[in-house]
């Protein structure tokens, strides 16, 4: 098979695998609390090496107590430091923190740029949280956010070969629709979490078991292609 029609062939299935976890989660929402881009910025930050719901539990007593760049970039850092202890590498995260926002006053006029070049020159700011910030808090798709979960759902579906979060982002953005980029990543983390869990994935109970090259094939009979479910809905 030739290159071209090898990526065709895992894009018409990555469009399926899309189709059928639109179907599995209807809503796709981001999963951090924010009332603006700074505190999306900040929280994603936060979210590094560690859980939305912990940092959920710790921003609003953070925003509250600085609740955008210019405080932020004031701020006590020890008391910053405090604030986020509990969502690990506090000290790092701190500083990243309050040396972007010194930066977006300095540079931006106190708002968070909106290219991918001047997002990732912020500290702290690779690009899955350049990604995040740019679809949610400004509607537009830079990239596809690619974290564990999706890294490794992505490789088990067998839509990349990479394991490196950049180089699994190009394959994924070659594969799938732009509007769907960031709302691709979500539904995957998803279902990693209720499905295809690291250690003991379920593939008994999967729909994209029979689109999964790591599927056990004992899995595949009990589902139906997506083009079996048209004809037979």
Known sequence: MTTTRRLSATKQRALEILVRLKKLYPEAPCTLDYDTPVQLMVATILAAQCTDERVNTVTPALFRRFPDAAALAGADLSELE????????????????????????????????????????????????????????????????????????????????????VKVERDLMKLLPQPDWENWSIRLVYHGRAVCNARNPQCDRCALADLCPSAPLAALPAKKSLKESRTTS
């Open 82 to 165: 405090e604030l986020v202890r509990s969502t690990g590498f506090y000290r790092n995260k701190a500083k990243n923190i309050q040396a972007a926002c010194r930066i977006i006053m300095e540079k931006y006029g106190g708002e968070v740029p909106r290219s991918m070049e001047d997002l990732t020159s912020l500290p702290g700011v690779a690009r899955k949280t350049a990604n995040v910030v740019s679809a949610h808090a400004f509607g537009v798709n830079l990239g596809v956010t690619v974290d564990t979960h999706v890294k490794r759902l992505s490789y088990r579906l067998g839509l990349t070969k990479n394991t490196e979060p």
